[in-house]
């Protein structure tokens, strides 16, 4: 049966990846997101928040919609917005890239920027949300999704780890998570736990990323880590936690499409060194996921750019350019100690 736009959402391809880490004694699947029509995982979580808030009565035709983004979320409720009859109001940043701008503003969506970052973190993310705070006190009839807290964002990603599991016969040993709002995250891991599936689950944060108890500092990529801790967040959720760095990111996604011919977003850059950082200990015969959360083509200014990459971090396309080798790191990125810490938390819900 052919439905309408909507109901091709989810149920997105699995891949085996072979190509990038040849040398590797595990088995290495990823789940493909980007080919979500919004191109992106928060599609989901964009209409399972949408869709149970008009079942629910707290949204009804006409009404208005405002959230914070710096793009994939914006775009998934853009799209949502548009096919329930609601009014959209995103609250953006400078570094929201005029590539998303544009494609919130032909889905409807009105565009509410942010130009002075939170005195106390110096990050746009806590300035947004207080400016969705304002307007959602000044417009009748205003809904705030809260992608930060509303617990339909993990319900959504139940979904996402039951596809995973169905894909794999229930045999997922790794799963590898980028984190942000912590909705996949927490969902995934909520699904693992009711399942017994016995998953190891990573959890892949940024150098910068305040989630996991580090300290807040400059990122350029998007998409992973965050300022402030989100309320979702809970410190069982994941067995341990992996930070990765902006160069990280580059070569992670310069390597996958080189390889693996999937032109992916700045967080499966992330989850792609974390599985590099940490396949030395990985043991033999594992069946290990990476999560890819969205598309390339909305990075081509800076992931894929040369002149990008050359300004922020020098010649570094031999990263890239050679061979994955067997046991860990070859990147040869002279990492911090900060930046290769990995957090053992507490047994998943032990």
Not at 132 to 161: C, D, E, G, R
Not at 278 to 283: E, H, K, M, N, V
Not at 313 to 333: A, C, M, Q, T, Y
């Amino acid at each position: 049966m052919i439905g309408d736009i909507i109901s091709k959402i989810g149920n997105t391809p699995m891949a085996r990846l072979s190509r990038i880490f040849p040398d590797a004694r595990f088995r290495l699947f990823a789940k493909l997101e980007g080919v979500n029509p919004g191109g992106s995982i928060k599609d989901r979580t964009a209409l399972t928040i949408i869709k149970n808030a008009v079942i629910s009565g707290e949204l009804s035709p006409g009404a208005t919609v405002v959230e914070s983004s710096s793009g994939n979320m914006g775009i998934g409720l853009a799209q949502m917005c548009r096919y329930f009859g609601l009014r959209f109001v995103c609250v953006v940043d400078p570094k929201t890239t005029k590539q998303n701008l544009d494609i919130l503003r032909l889905y409807g969506a009105e565009i509410e920027c942010v130009t002075v970052p939170d005195p106390l973190t110096g990050e746009y993310l806590q300035a947004r949300i207080d400016r969705v705070k304002q307007l959602t006190a000044q417009i009748p009839h205003s809904f705030w999704p809260n992608q930060y807290a509303n617990l339909w964002n993990a319900q959504a990603h139940h979904q996402t780890m039951r596809e995973i599991a169905e894909a794999l016969d229930g045999r997922v040993d790794y799963l590898f998570c980028a984190t942000s709002t912590c909705g996949t995250l927490r969902g995934c891991s909520e699904y693992a736990y009711v399942q017994d599936l016995r998953t190891r689950i990573i959890a892949v944060d940024a150098l910068g990323s305040v989630i996991f108890g580090g300290k807040t500092s400059r990122r350029l990529i998007p998409g992973h880590g965050a300022s402030v801790r989100p309320s979702l967040y809970e410190p069982h959720l994941a067995d341990e936690c992996v930070l990765v760095s902006d160069l990280d990111c580059v070569v992670g996604c310069r390597r996958l499409v080189r390889e693996e011919l999937i032109l992916a977003g700045g967080s499966s850059g992330a989850v792609i060194s974390a599985v590099n950082k940490s396949q030395g200990r990985i043991p033999d015969g594992s069946n290990c996921v990476v999560i890819l959360p969205d598309r390339g083509d909305r990075y081509m200014d800076t992931i894929y750019s040369d002149q990008w990459v050359l300004e922020h971090f020098g010649d570094v396309s031999h990263l890239w350019e050679i061979p994955f080798e067997e046991g860990g790191r070859s990147w040869n990125l002279q990492p911090t100690d900060q930046e290769m810490k990995s957090f053992p938390l507490r047994t998943l819900y032990s």
